[in-house]
């Protein structure tokens, strides 16, 4: 069985720039969320999608978005961006119809805003 | 006030010792309860995952939910030194979102 996978392991941009953040979600598995993590903090969460389809959001602005392709992987699309935006961002994939809300999570993108 | 609070730490224990981590929550509508340990610069691995209040145990690990008091522990027994990690008590509604506490961080000293 396949775990949940991520890539770019690591990423520097420069403020302004905007990245695509991926996801392959562990076998079996149809739901993917995606969560931020600050240094010293729990991660927030973003949002989810199921689907196809954006299924439930944080407190995150338009800026951030996020596709679910046929295979269940997922990208996170990051515009405009602010140096706050520097944290590690993992995805989570989960399954539903039927199942539960155990959430398995990659090993995270660590993103560097300077 | 947030949604889940965890003391942060850090904590330091003995090897050998019982550890007690706990977590409270405002929302009395959460209804699935999950720990999860976390190594430096790793993702979050799930360790406990339960729905209802009670008790849950797996090898050394016992996780404990109080819906009452809206107060959750995870307890580690004959701790080691690979127990060294963040801990992040995670609580949810229903499918979606997982609202985390801060992590506490905890060492173990041979």
């Known amino acids: 069985e396949t775990g949940v996978t991520q890539s770019p392991t690591h990423l520097i941009k420069t403020r302004g720039q905007q990245v695509t953040l991926r996801c392959s979600s562990q076998?079996?598995?149809?739901?993917v969320s995606w969560y931020q993590q600050a240094l010293g903090q729990g991660p927030q969460f973003i949002f989810q999608?199921?689907?196809?389809?954006?299924?439930g959001r944080g407190n995150f602005p338009p800026r951030f978005s996020g596709l679910q392709f046929p295979n269940y992987s997922s990208e996170l699309n990051v515009n405009a961006l602010e140096l706050d935006d520097s944290a590690l961002y993992l995805c989570?994939?989960?399954?539903?119809?039927?199942?539960?809300?155990?959430?398995?999570f990659g090993p995270g993108t660590r993103l560097t805003v300077l | 006030q947030k949604e889940v609070e965890q003391d942060p730490g850090p904590l330091s224990v003995p090897e050998g010792a019982i550890v007690s981590l706990n977590c409270t929550y405002s929302?009395?509508?959460?209804?699935?309860f999950m720990w999860y340990r976390q190594y430096s610069r790793k993702g979050p691995e799930l360790l406990m995952y339960?729905?209802?209040?009670g008790n849950k145990e797996d090898g050394r690990f016992t996780a404990q939910v109080d819906k009452s008091s809206k107060y959750i522990s995870l307890f580690i027994r004959d701790s080691q030194p690979s127990d060294s990690a963040t801990y992040l008590c995670?609580?949810?509604?229903?499918?979606?979102?997982?609202?985390f506490g801060q992590g506490t961080r905890l060492t173990i000293n041979p």
């Open positions: 989570a994939s989960s399954k539903r119809d039927p199942g539960g809300n155990e959430q398995f």
């Open positions: 076998s079996g598995h149809n739901t």
């Open positions: 999608y199921y689907r196809e389809e954006e299924n």
């Open positions: 929302n009395s509508a959460f209804q699935y």
């Open positions: 339960t729905y209802s209040s």
């Open positions: 995670a609580i949810s509604q229903g499918a979606q979102k997982l609202v």
